[in-house]
């Protein structure tokens, strides 16, 4: 893992990305109120553990560097998904505060930011790694992993729209394609695949090996997030739980309508979407008489011991650290938040 601070310098390492962008903009010649707005969007996390593991060593200063560059990246390009799907959600608050377009001097200029910190990924990888041996891999890694997470919002959305509130196009099988697109991509699989692109590890067999275990892994860990959203405590999670009012195509509803009688499907056509206290107890009362939390505890012990299993099956021979996937499951697996 990365060494005792690494966080602190992960964070020190993106004032100089904005400030980069900045300069970008102003050679533009755009006003100085325009850059005063873009300086309001910075967020970031890191793939920096992937790179230290592969290497099984410290991080040189550059290699650090980069591989934060790498993480902060990854982090806009997730800034840039949410919101863009907080808008199209109709959401109103994103982990505990009001969404950025439903700030009142914002609103849909939201649209733009959200498409500006998208094409600041592209600036900044060129910036950084337009001379690295696998500059046109990271570049096009990136825009498949958003075509790809597209196609599962596009999913998503066409499967549970906003204007009307039905359990008919639901299934567990759609349900999965939306996961795999719209979350086990650019979560689970891009960081580790940056890493072994920037390091020049990669090859079609280990990319193939990480694709399998990490798609898996993402599954597992929005299934979790889902049983979570209704059966979580609030107060760990720290958001409020609204799947059920969201009409979400979530795992506990496709897994409820998968075992429930006729009288509990009709319970669920008419509370499923709908925003009132009374319709979300309903359906959560037959989530339970259905007992999906021991539904889901067989589930999760079967997706871990899968997991375990290609893990340790992994060929190290081909640039690949069985560390790099127990680390994410460590992180995952009897999560409460």
């Known amino acids: 893992m990365t060494t005792k601070g690494s966080r602190e310098d992960f964070e020190a390492v993106f004032p100089s990305l904005v400030q980069h962008v900045l300069t970008q903009a102003k050679q533009y010649g755009v006003p100085d109120s325009t850059i005063e707005w873009f300086?309001?969007?910075?967020?970031?996390?890191?793939?920096?553990?992937t790179g230290t593991i592969l290497l099984n060593r410290p991080l040189n200063d550059l290699e650090f560097h980069d591989l934060s560059v790498l993480g902060w990246v990854v982090e806009l390009l997730q800034a840039h998904f949410l919101v863009h799907d907080d808008i199209m959600d109709y959401?109103?608050?994103?982990?505990?505060?009001?969404?950025?377009?439903k700030l009142q001097e914002v609103g849909l200029v939201a649209i733009n930011d959200g498409t500006m910190l998208h094409s600041?990924?592209?600036?900044?990888?060129?910036?950084?790694?337009?001379?690295?041996?696998?500059?046109?891999?990271?570049v096009e890694l990136f825009h498949e992993t958003t075509f790809q997470t597209l196609l599962g919002q596009?999913?998503?959305?066409d499967t549970a729209p906003h204007e009307t509130v039905g359990l008919d196009q639901f299934s567990m099988e759609r349900y999965l394609c939306i996961v795999k697109h719209k979350t086990a991509y650019y979560s689970f699989y891009l960081p580790v695949v940056l890493a072994l692109y920037?390091?020049?590890?990669?090859?079609?067999?280990?990319?193939?090996?990480?694709?399998?275990?990490?798609l898996q892994m993402g599954e597992y860990y929005q299934i979790q997030d889902d049983y979570l959203d209704v059966f979580g405590d609030p107060g760990v999670l720290g958001k409020?739980?609204?799947d059920i009012q969201d009409n979400k195509c979530s795992w506990v509803i496709n897994e409820a309508l998968s075992r429930c009688s006729g009288s509990q499907r009709q319970i669920l056509e008419e509370c499923y979407g709908q925003g009132d206290e009374v319709s979300v107890m309903k359906v959560k009362s037959v989530f339970k008489d259905l007992d999906l939390q021991l539904v889901y505890q067989e589930l999760e012990q079967e997706y871990v011991k899968e997991l375990r299993?290609?893990?340790?099956?992994?060929?190290?021979?081909?640039?690949?650290?069985?560390?790099v996937f127990e680390s994410f499951l460590s992180?995952?697996?009897k999560r409460e938040q």
């Open 39 to 49: 300086e309001k969007l910075n967020r970031g996390l890191s793939v920096v553990d």
């Open 91 to 101: 959401s109103d608050t994103r982990r505990g505060q009001p969404c950025w377009y």
């Open 120 to 138: 600041c990924i592209f600036m900044l990888l060129k910036s950084r790694f337009r001379s690295h041996p696998a500059y046109v891999q990271l």
């Open 154 to 157: 596009l999913c998503d959305l």
């Open 198 to 214: 920037y390091l020049q590890y990669a090859t079609s067999k280990n990319l193939r090996q990480a694709r399998d275990i990490l």
């Open 240 to 242: 409020a739980a609204t």
């Open 309 to 323: 299993k290609k893990i340790e099956a992994v060929d190290e021979s081909e640039g690949l650290d069985k560390r």
């Open 331 to 333: 992180k995952i697996y």
